[in-house]
């Protein structure tokens, strides 16, 4: 250039965009909780996003995506992270810091082994995933300046000038965006799924307006996905893993560990316009009294006494069924926000009822889940659990609750006088066996369960000692046998009866008796068919052809036929 020359600029026509605040002279100061690194900041993000301390656990589905050849291989499943202890489960995967690219999901499932929507369980994370595209033509097209440029503007909204949004848990640079994570108080996927998709309307409709006001270059060239974002079942990359994409490492900050309070923001502001909202008025029951407040709790109780005094005034043992009569009746205590204390005493009250009632430290150890938990158990579960029949149902008025169908209704009645009938078989030959001398060990083995309910069975029927217990055992078969013969005795005796008052049902009882002896009949030559030997094909000699033709024989025994 030569000396004392003007070098003039020109500008494209048009009025120059003065941004509130210039992204390009900003830079965003993320800042850990911990001082921590590599493999310990991901153990970290583990246990905020997926650990669980409330009882209430569920499995976290790791993906990868293999290269094999230089080619990019289908996704397909490595593992879960077991949300009780998640630290432990990641260490399992081996070396992360493989070539390779890794995906979690932001949820956790009720099993490992299907990662679809209804499967979820718990609903633990939001995130909200922002992709960066390459842009055209110079200096203006790296996508290092435009990822600059969203990461600061995105520390201005959350910690530099906050403008209210609830501040992200951990924020993840994925090599090709950057994806924001909240932590929240878990919701059940199935009940509170409309405050979680509120919220998640509610952040998408906030940042989207930010990053469209905020930069024109941002709004042409950041794109926020909100439908990979919204899918609950939905894979995002694991933090800190490789992004063959981008052939780079990512990296992420962990900036706090508080949990968000879905619930009380969804209901402290409307997710669409910001307003307050309006809360929800409870309409008031219209149902069965027995299901209000305070009353459930004593109706379930009232029908297990009915239940058992019906069960006795029949003959049968109840000593099977104590510590489910007693779970059934503290859950239905504790459900309706019944005291624990006078929960606890109406169980133990219920319990002393029984003839040989559990011992206190027994049925505290069989109770603790259910006094954390507080479970209600539907009208078909008791019914199922408890082998209710049909006659049962009748006498106590206690029928399924939520099942419309009649066939439903017979598989659930089917079930419960099926099960019933197998554990009194179990039950039986538990006895049979120890009656005969075998030992505990040997009769867990032939029946297919442990010896700690062979045990069980045994002491409730009385058998305690093994000198004594076999002379028990053989008068507990020996009754059982009586009581049987003397059903089969009734029951013949009422069909004399009523054969001898209804001619028509004689008939028919006539008939069936003829039909069951020629069922009997071919039973036997069938069995006869099967027994004998294959015979070899006989056929008269000439002799034998002629006395049968002069004599006109019209029977012939083959007993005479020479062989070939």
């Known amino acids: 250039m030569k000396e004392n020359t003007t070098t003039i600029f020109y500008f494209p026509l048009g009025t120059p965009y003065f941004p509130k605040t210039d992204l390009r002279l900003e830079r965003a100061k993320w800042t850990n909780i911990e001082d921590l690194n590599g493999i310990d900041k991901l153990y970290k993000f583990l246990e905020i996003h997926m650990g669980r301390d409330d009882g209430y656990y569920g499995y976290y589905p790791v993906y990868s995506r293999p290269i094999c050849n230089g080619r990019l291989l289908n996704i397909r499943q490595i593992g879960f992270i077991d949300s009780q202890d998640s630290i432990r489960s990641i260490k399992t995967f081996g070396n992360l810091r493989q070539h390779m690219d890794y995906y979690i999901v932001a949820n956790s499932f009720k099993s490992p082994k299907f990662r679809r929507a209804v499967n979820v369980h718990s609903l633990t994370n939001i995130v909200v995933d922002i992709d ?12 290092d300046v435009i990822m600059q440029r969203l990461d600061a503007l995105l520390y201005l909204i959350f910690v530099k000038k906050p403008i209210g949004l609830p501040c992200p848990n951990t924020v993840v640079h994925t090599g090709r965006g950057i994806q924001l994570w909240w932590t929240i ?11 979680y998709k509120g919220i998640q309307e509610y952040l998408f409709t906030a940042l989207e307006k930010e990053i469209n006001s905020a930069d024109p270059e941002l709004k042409e060239y950041v794109l926020l996905d909100i439908s990979a974002s919204k899918k609950m079942s939905g894979l995002f990359r694991l933090p800190g893993t490789w992004n063959t994409r981008s052939k780079t490492y990512g ?3 962990i900036l706090h560990d508080n949990k968000l309070d879905a619930a009380k923001l ?16 409870k309409k008031k029951k219209q149902g069965n009294p027995v299901f209000r407040k305070n009353n459930y709790g004593n109706h379930i109780d009232n029908m297990i006494r009915s239940l058992i ?19 059934i009746v503290l859950s239905a205590y504790l459900s309706n926000d019944t005291p624990e204390d006078e929960a606890w005493n109406r169980v133990v009250a ?35 659990y408890l082998g209710i029949d049909d006659e049962e149902q009748k006498a106590l008025g206690f029928y399924p609750a939520n099942v419309h169908c ?116 071919y039973e036997r030559t069938k069995a006869e068919f099967a027994q004998e030997p294959d015979q070899e094909f006989l056929l008269m000699g000439e002799e034998e052809f002629q006395y049968v033709i002069q004599n006109n024989c019209e029977e012939y025994n083959h007993s005479h036929a020479t062989k070939l």
């Open 406 to 521: 009649y066939e439903e209704r017979q598989k659930a009645r089917e079930r419960g006088q099926k099960r019933r009938k197998m554990k009194e078989k179990r039950d039986i030959k538990i006895i049979e066996l120890f009656a005969k001398g075998v030992l505990q060990e040997k009769i867990a083995e032939l029946v297919g369960c442990v010896q700690s309910t062979v045990s069980k069975i045994l002491k409730a029927a009385g058998i305690t000692k093994k000198k004594t217990g076999i002379k028990k055992a053989v008068t507990i078969l020996c009754q059982k046998a009586k009581k049987k013969c003397k059903k089969e005795v009734r029951s013949e005796e009422k069909l004399k009866r009523l054969a001898a008052e209804d001619p028509e049902f004689a008939k028919t009882m006539e008939r069936l008796a003829e039909l069951k002896e020629s069922r009997k009949k």
């Open 132 to 143: 960066v595209h390459h842009a055209r033509g110079g200096i203006k097209g790296c996508r």
């Open 266 to 281: 969804y209901f402290a502001l409307h997710p669409a316009t910001g307003k307050p909202y309006i809360k929800y008025k």
């Open 350 to 384: 219920l319990n002393n009822s029984f003839k040989n009632p559990l011992p206190e430290k027994e049925l505290r150890s069989y109770m603790s889940t259910a006094m954390r938990k507080k479970y209600r158990y539907r009208n078909e579960t008791i019914i199922g």
């Open 251 to 253: 990296d992420f900050w």
């Open 309 to 327: 005094e019906l069960r006795r005034s029949a003959g049968e043992m109840e000593d099977g069924y104590r510590d489910l009569y007693c779970l």
């Open 185 to 195: 108080k878990p919701l059940s996927a199935k009940k509170l799924k409309y405050i």
